[in-house]
Each structure stands twice: as structure tokens, then as C-alpha cells.
């Protein structure tokens, strides 16, 4: 650990950015973003200003939200917490919440009663022939046959070629990330061209099979499975949808437009019905150099597409935008990957839009239709849905992989009915991009909405929303949650019924229900269940619950469902910038006695972000990313195998035998 320490000591990121993210996180992860100009600089109204304006500004910004940058609102039956809920007793889902975690804190931390054990995590071998992991050996081969870096996105599949579905199956994770200096001992602040490579070697996702001996042990990966796979920045992709060999997509190295290298930082994600996995290509303009080139029509402003990137550009000349104006419009789409078949050719859709994709989640329509949700995690930015044209069909998998291919594109207004009902609330619309393969939107074809999807939506009147990040809806219910991470350039005047807190740090999560709970719907019913935070602060909402009953819990990012439907499970990224805890995994019931009670179930490690939980409640399991332990701050020994750096991962909470 001393080497360690000494290697992070040099380390020139330890500032805190805006936003509550370590600069490490800032710069690696989303571009700097929170230290650039909010991209969106339409003019699409601010619903406070016109809907609600005289409700919000007496109850909320007189109330001393301009004072504080906070709303502050006396919610009914709330108290002031404490210090915090402590060890809580167990509720209604039979665990004790753990404390508040001190964000310098090298643990995951889980409940009484409760292991956990890696699974898998970077660098570990995924074929037979692949070296072990050693830092001070890595190569670009190896990095390709190994695990990726910083897991996101994880998904669970039961089942497979060898049966015994209890105990069998795969888990496959994006990996959105690296944190170069963390992976290179000699790490200089640039990467040389070896290091680029290996870094792009890195991103992608990791499929591998996995099993456990029974559903009380942990489940541990197969180095031999047959579905293994890596997917990195150099795989080739299939283009498909509308914009799929448009002259907006075409380079030198694909002059049919048709063909992608690679996918770059995978977010979130989701799993369809048909057996296949979606992810989002998020921050994918911090890849680009655009040093010299043209912005005629302000797409690359809009994108975030600034000079000066990774410095892949040094590596792979495709990353300098002057040189390769269109190589920029091939990432930013959500990917479909078929996991049952390695040797499949992985699809961007671009029927489902480009913009800074957190990810996507199926819910299919009362005719059968596939709908799917989808945010764009950028301050001001936007939540989306696309509605496949064609119907699902219960087991032709070849015909359902095709229903992302074509369909409509919709991007959301949130309309509230003011405050005087006491609740942050309202009425919905999904407002038309692409409808029946033609553009709703004045001036641009159906190909330009498709790549220039945020331009497009500017110009329709979308409500702009503090950092979409997941949007998922309850597989029980139908109702659909989206977290809305933070957003600290809202100002007071800026402020609307669904994003009521100016200088919004802690976040908050919506749900909403369509109308005539139809996926397909037009229209739909919204109303905010958490304004997050720390308890004693006013502004926060848990639905109602007793503020003193509930644990701390800030910048929402991951939702999750698991078998019980009234089970909403949050993990979070950026609790140690804001309200100095680890960042970590809670549930929060959505219905019955304890609705709002926001508990929590772990913590992950110092600098790390809680990704990708999947949720198996029935056989108290827990799958759990630990994105980036160490970054940015206090030094992390994650997965504690005796590595002298980090390696974020998988891991695996159980309860074991009792
Ligand atoms: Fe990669 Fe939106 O967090
Ligand atoms: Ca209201
Ligand atoms: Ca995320
Ligand atoms: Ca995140």
C-alpha cells in the first residue's frame, strides 16, 4: 500500500469539481463537463417561468431557495434527523440498514448477516490462453482477452447451454471508462500511444459465463465459458435505422457508413425481453479532439465536442475531428449486443437517436410493441422515448432484434399543475421527432434528427431536466422511475415543478405512469417521490416518510427493480462531493407502510461510484459494480487481492447459509 499511496500522492487530480464529482471523475469520465458551458443553450422555455410561476416563485424561491440555492419547503410530517439513522432495524425487507459511510472509507460495506466477493474485476482473464492480471505487463492483447475497466452497467442471465438455471448463467458488464492513472505505474499525464490503445482495449463490455454451487454461495466466473467475450473501441459494429449509410456517417476508413470501430464509455443499460443487452454510449465526446475544425451548424458545441481529448488522437488519427469530421457522429447511439451468440455482430441503432445516452429499458406496449426509455445525462438535457413500428413476437429472437431498427422517436415536455396541491406533479407529453419515418421537426430530415438528435429536440419545446440518468420502468407495475442525478447550474429563475430545486447537488428521482398505463401513450401522469439529500436539510422529500427515519442518500444514478413490486432499489454516484459519504446502494419501497423510506443496503469503497445493481431479492443475492475505487482521493486496495492498484469490478453480495 505504501507504493500506492506514494504513486497517488503525485497525483495532479485531487481537486473537488463542481458538481460534487472528484476531478479524476471529471475529466475521464463525462469531459470535464461540469466545468464547461451548459451545451444547451436553446430557448425553449423554463415551465416555471410560464406554467407555474406565481406558485413557484411565493412557495418555493421566497421560502429562501434564493438564499440558500436550495428550496426549502416544511414538508407535513418531517423532522430533522440527527446524526443519521445509525444501524436502523430491519424493515420490511428484512435487512438492518447500514450507517452513513465516511467517504474516506477503503470498504464495501454491507448489512449484518451479509459477505460479499469479487467476481470478476479488470484485468482478470476471460479465455484460457489470456495472461493473469499484472499491472507492470499489460499489453493490448492482453487487455482484449481480459476483463474491461470501470464496470457500469451489469446485467444477470440465468440459464445456458449446460442448464441448471438456478446456478448457471451470465453476467455481462459495460466498461465505461479508464482511469490512467490509475492503471499505468508510470503515467506521465498523457498517454503514449501504447497506453491510448490499451485504454481503448479497456472500454467496451465484458461478457462471462458464471456459476455457484448453490443459491446460498457466491457466484464466481468461468475463464472457459463459451459465450466469453470482450467488446472493446476496435470491434466492429453494424449500423442500422434511418441514418445507417447517410452521407452524416460515412469516413474514409467506411465509405459505406455502415461499419463502426468500437463503442466508447458504455453508462448504463438495459435487458430486452428478447434475450438481448442495450447500452448507451454517454460521454463519448471527451474521445475527440476537435482542435481546428469546422461547427457550422453547432452540432459539435452541442455534443460537448471541444479541443484537446484523451490524446488518442496520437494513437488512432479517426479521434481529430478536423481530419475525420464524421467519425464523431458514429459514437453516441445505444448498441444492442446478443450475449448467447460471441460471434455476433454488435448494432448501433440510430432509429433511437444520438446524444449522450445513459441507457435504455424495454417495456413493451398493450399491442406489443417495443418502447423504449431513454435519458440524456447532461445538465438541461432531455428524456426520450423511441416505440418500434413493429410488433414483439414471444421467441423469434431474429425478428425482435429487429424492432429498434425502425419506429418513432419522442422527447418529453413535463407540464406541472403548481404547488398548491403540495406536491411536485403534473402532466406529460411525448412530443414527436420521427413519426412514421418522417421528421416532425421543422428543417432537418429524418437523417439529421437521427444524428443530431439534441439540435432536433431543441426546436420542439422539451422540458429540460437536471441530468437524466436511468429511466426505468417497474416491470409490475408499468409505472416508470428516472433519476435525475444533480444539476448545480440551475438557478433560482430556472427552477419548474419537475426540477424544483435550484442548485440541485442531491438530485432527485420522477416517476410517471402513461396514460391508460399504455407504454405507447402520448400523454402521461408525472409526480416527484425523492428530492434526495442529507435528512436534516428541508428540500429533501422522501415521499412523505419521516425525515428522521430514513438514510442520507444523494445524486441517484442507477434504478432498479427486483421480484417484489414495490421495490425500488437506487445506487449512486457523487454522495462523497456532496454530503461526504461512499456512495452506495438503497432501497426505497414505493408503496405500503414504509413508502419513501429510503434504506440503506451497502456502501462501495473510497472514490468509487455504485453501479448496475442487480437485484435477486427472493434469494437475498445482490450484483453490484464498484466503478473507479480510489479515484480521485483516498487511495483504495478494491478488490483487497493484494494489487498494488485498484481494479474496479463485479461484485457479488450473499447471504449465505443461515
Ligand atoms: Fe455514466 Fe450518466 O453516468
Ligand atoms: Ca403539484
Ligand atoms: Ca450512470
Ligand atoms: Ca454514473
Known amino acids: 500500500m505504501t507504493q500506492l499511496t506514494e504513486r497517488r500522492s503525485l497525483l495532479p487530480l485531487l481537486a473537488a469539481h463542481p458538481g460534487g464529482r472528484s476531478a479524476a471523475t471529471c475529466r475521464y469520465r463525462c469531459g470535464d463537463a461540469c466545468s464547461q458551458p451548459v451545451p444547451n443553450t436553446s430557448d425553449n422555455a423554463y415551465f416555471g417561468d410560464v406554467v407555474t410561476a406565481a406558485v413557484q416563485r411565493r412557495s418555493l424561491l421566497q421560502a429562501g431557495a434564493a438564499a440558500t440555492g436550495a428550496v426549502a419547503l416544511a414538508w407535513g410530517t418531517a423532522r430533522p434527523a440527527a446524526a443519521g439513522p445509525g444501524r436502523g432495524r430491519p424493515g420490511i425487507a428484512g435487512f438492518s440498514p447500514i450507517p452513513p459511510t465516511p467517504a474516506d472509507v477503503d470498504e464495501l460495506v454491507v448489512p449484518e448477516g451479509y459477505k460479499w466477493a469479487p467476481v470478476i474485476s479488470w484485468g482478470d482473464p476471460i479465455d484460457p490462453g489470456a495472461p493473469a492480471f499484472d499491472v507492470d505487463r499489460q499489453s493490448v492483447e492482453a487487455q482484449r482477452r481480459q476483463a474491461g475497466y470501470n464496470a457500469d452497467y451489469l446485467t444477470l442471465r440465468r440459464g445456458g447451454a449446460r442448464g441448471n438455471a438456478a446456478n448457471r448463467g451470465l453476467i455481462a458488464f459495460n466498461n465505461e471508462y479508464t482511469n490512467p492513472e490509475s492503471m499505468f505505474p508510470d503515467w506521465s499525464g498523457s498517454p503514449t500511444p501504447e497506453q491510448a490503445m490499451i485504454e481503448m482495449a479497456a472500454h467496451g463490455m465484458t461478457i462471462v459465463e458464471v456459476s455457484r454451487r448453490n443459491p446460498f454461495s457466491p457466484w464466481r466466473y468461468d475463464v472457459a465459458g463459451r459465450r466469453n467475450r470482450r467488446i472493446h473501441a476496435h470491434t466492429p459494429f453494424a449500423v442500422d435505422g434511418p441514418a445507417a449509410g447517410s452521407a452524416l456517417l460515412r469516413t474514409a476508413a467506411d465509405p459505406r457508413g455502415r461499419t463502426v470501430l468500437g463503442t466508447l464509455n458504455n453508462c448504463a443499460g438495459g435487458d430486452t425481453p428478447w434475450g438481448t443487452i442495450l447500452s448507451g454510449e454517454e460521454n463519448f465526446n471527451q474521445y475527440f479532439d476537435a482542435d481546428g475544425a469546422d461547427d457550422p451548424d453547432g452540432a459539435l458545441a452541442r455534443y460537448g465536442i471541444t479541443s484537446g481529448g484523451r490524446g488518442w488522437e496520437q494513437a488512432d488519427d479517426r479521434f481529430r475531428v478536423a481530419d475525420h469530421p464524421n467519425e464523431v457522429h458514429r459514437f453516441g447511439w445505444i448498441v444492442e449486443v446478443d450475449p448467447d451468440d460471441p460471434r455476433s455482430t454488435p448494432v448501433k441503432h440510430t432509429a433511437l437517436g444520438r446524444f449522450k445516452h445513459e441507457g435504455a429499458t424495454i417495456r413493451l406496449a398493450d399491442d406489443g410493441r417495443a418502447v423504449a426509455y431513454m435519458g440524456d445525462d447532461e445538465r438541461f438535457d432531455y428524456i426520450y422515448k423511441f416505440v418500434s413500428r413493429e410488433r414483439y413476437r414471444k421467441g423469434d429472437k431474429r425478428h425482435n432484434m429487429r424492432l429498434l431498427s425502425e419506429g418513432d422517436l419522442y422527447v418529453a415536455r413535463f407540464t406541472g399543475d403548481g404547488f398548491?396541491?403540495?406536491?411536485?406533479?403534473?402532466?406529460?407529453?411525448?412530443?414527436?421527432?420521427?413519426?412514421?419515418?418522417?421528421?416532425?421537426?421543422p428543417g432537418m430530415s429524418v437523417e439529421e434528427v437521427c444524428v443530431h438528435t439534441r439540435l432536433a429536440a431543441d426546436l420542439v419545446g422539451p422540458t429540460k431536466m437536471d441530468r437524466p440518468e436511468d429511466v426505468q420502468p417497474n416491470p409490475h407495475t408499468g409505472q416508470v422511475y428516472v433519476a435525475l442525478t444533480n444539476n448545480t447550474r440551475r438557478t433560482p429563475g430556472q427552477t419548474d415543478e419537475a426540477n424544483p430545486r435550484a442548485n440541485n447537488k442531491f438530485g432527485h428521482v420522477i416517476q410517471w405512469t402513461e396514460a391508460g398505463d399504455?407504454?405507447?401513450?402520448?400523454?402521461?401522469?408525472?409526480?416527484?417521490?425523492l428530492i434526495a439529500g442529507n435528512p436534516d436539510d428541508p428540500s429533501t422529500y422522501f415521499s412523505g416518510y419521516d425525515r428522521s427515519q430514513v438514510s442520507p442518500i444523494s445524486c441517484p444514478d442507477n434504478v432498479a427493480f427486483d421480484g417484489h413490486p414495490d421495490h425500488l432499489w437506487i445506487a449512486t454516484d457523487g454522495a462523497p462531493g456532496t454530503i461526504g459519504t461512499c456512495d452506495g446502494m438503497f432501497l426505497m419501497p414505493t408503496a405500503g407502510p414504509e413508502k419513501g423510506k429510503v434504506q440503506q443496503f451497502l456502501s462501495v469503497p473510497t472514490g468509487a461510484e455504485c453501479c448496475g445493481p442487480v437485484v435477486s431479492w427472493d434469494e437475498r443475492s445482490v450484483l453490484v459494480s464498484v466503478q473507479h475505487p480510489g479515484e480521485g482521493g483516498v487511495p483504495s486496495g478494491y478488490p483487497y487481492l493484494g494489487d498494488p492498484v485498484p481494479r474496479p469490478g463485479v461484485a457479488h453480495v450473499y447471504r449465505g447459509k443461515r
Do not use: K, Q, Y
Not at 399504455?518 to 417521490?529: E, G, N, P, S
Open 420 to 441: 398548491e396541491d403540495g406536491e411536485f406533479d403534473g402532466s406529460g407529453e411525448w412530443l414527436p421527432l420521427l413519426v412514421d419515418g418522417r421528421s416532425h421537426v
Open 518 to 529: 399504455d407504454a405507447a401513450a402520448l400523454t402521461f401522469r408525472w409526480r416527484i417521490v
